[in-house]
């Protein structure tokens, strides 16, 4: 015998596990189905659940108050040279409420790595890590470390593949190029052979680069894992070129930090022309896109308390907001730039969100993850179904 019951009304809340503030979100409609007598139930372990991994790059916040040229930091000295991809078991808190949060090991690469924007895709039953690495620039010659508050840093991309049994990440090759010249985020097409650096800026170095908040400035560079080759495939339009997502469809989504515009830029004659333009009317950071397509956004409800964080992030947290664009393909097939960009989160008064750079959503698990570059510490927001009180 099944019967239902309902439809009824429940509430999705975010939780912020850290404190346990709820946000109620969403109302959606939930049915019920109660288990018939005399089936054969199964248990569990007959519906296994593929170990979902989240990764991030992670250092120490001395080194990069010291060393981030894309923040105008070149004071490469203060590098502690701890740069290293961190994971986490996305569905196992595990008692301590850490997720199993651990460190990958370097196999066959014996230079520091410094990190930053990386992306990751699965390649022929493997995973394949494409990471920023802003390295110290050196002389050739004598192996000197050159003045980078003059030169800047001489960024690349590594390749790594991950052993998951050794769990080590096994250098590939690095990718070198004048096109890859302020780098801050990658998005690596479904194949794994074309991939797109955003650079932040024109200039790597001076005193005209901090203009470029207001004058714009960045560009995109589209690259080949196979060859190595990279060009600069589009270099108008751009207001800090941040974060950057690749969608199954083409399309790539850039985010303009300093006009709060995300540019959707698509692959003709090995140029990215820009198809579209869509106004936040928030500083962005990060892009990410979810699995059921939705296009996430970390934004800045407040640049100057984000500097101040910057500056002491020990002690100050900045409000975060993340912003999302639902089934942004099919949103943009029908409204064009009028999409509808919604509040996922927010955190005014910085009681449980870091100063946020960037948001991950788990569309399955219904989990946000937030991070900042800055910050010394993560939340994950859980979202939870909460039956309404019974009428009387
Ligand atoms: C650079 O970092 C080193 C090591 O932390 C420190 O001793 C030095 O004072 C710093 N230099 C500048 C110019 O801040
Ligand atoms: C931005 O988000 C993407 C997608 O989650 C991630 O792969 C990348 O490392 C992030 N970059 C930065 C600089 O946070
Ligand atoms: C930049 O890095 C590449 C790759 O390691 C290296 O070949 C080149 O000499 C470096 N250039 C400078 C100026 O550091």
Known sequence: MAGILGPRAIFWAFIVLATGVIYRTYIHNFIFLTLGIGREIQPI????????????????????????????????????RTDHI????????????????????????QDDLDLHGFDVRKIEGRLRFWLINYRPPVDHVTGEFLDALVVG????????????????LEHVKTVASE???????????????????????????????????????????????????????????????????HNKN????????????????????????????????????????DADGNLIAAAFP??????????????????????????????????????????????RDAKSLPSSTVAVHDAKGHKLFLAGIFSPFITICEQRLQLPMPKR
């Open 302 to 347: 407040d640049s100057i308390a984000l500097v101040k964080s910057s500056m002491d992030p020990y002690n100050v947290v900045a409000p975060a907001t993340v912003l999302a664009i639902d089934d942004i393909a099919n949103q943009l097939e029908t409204y064009g730039k009028n999409v509808k960009v919604s509040k996922l989160a927010e955190d």
């Open 179 to 245: 096109a890859i010249f302020t780098p801050n985020g990658v998005a690596v097409e479904e194949n794994g052979l074309g991939f797109v650096i955003t650079n932040d800026h024109n200039t790597k170095t001076g005193t005209l680069r901090d203009l470029e908040m207001l004058s714009g400035g960045g560009s995109l560079a589209y690259c080949r894992s196979d060859t190595g080759k990279c060009h600069i495939a589009a270099d108008k339009g751009f207001s800090m070129a941040n974060g950057i997502a």
């Open 86 to 109: 961190a994971v986490i078991d996305v569905d196992q808190p595990g008692s301590d409420g850490l997720y199993g949060l651990r460190q990958l090991k370097i196999g066959g690469y």
């Open 45 to 80: 372990e007959d519906f296994p659940r593929p170990a979902r991994k989240l990764y991030a790059a992670c250092n120490s916040l001395d080194s990069r108050k010291g060393w981030s040229p894309g923040g105008n930091l070149y004071n490469f000295s203060a590098r502690s």
């Open 153 to 168: 840093a001489n960024s690349t991309v590594e390749m790594f593949d991950l052993d998951e049994i050794s769990n080590t």
């Open 250 to 289: 083409g399309y790539y989504y850039v985010a303009n930090s300093a006009s709060g515009l995300i540019t959707v830029h698509k692959l003709v004659n090995d140029e990215l022309i820009q198809v579209e333009s869509i106004n936040t009317g928030y500083p962005i950071d990060n892009l990410s896109l």
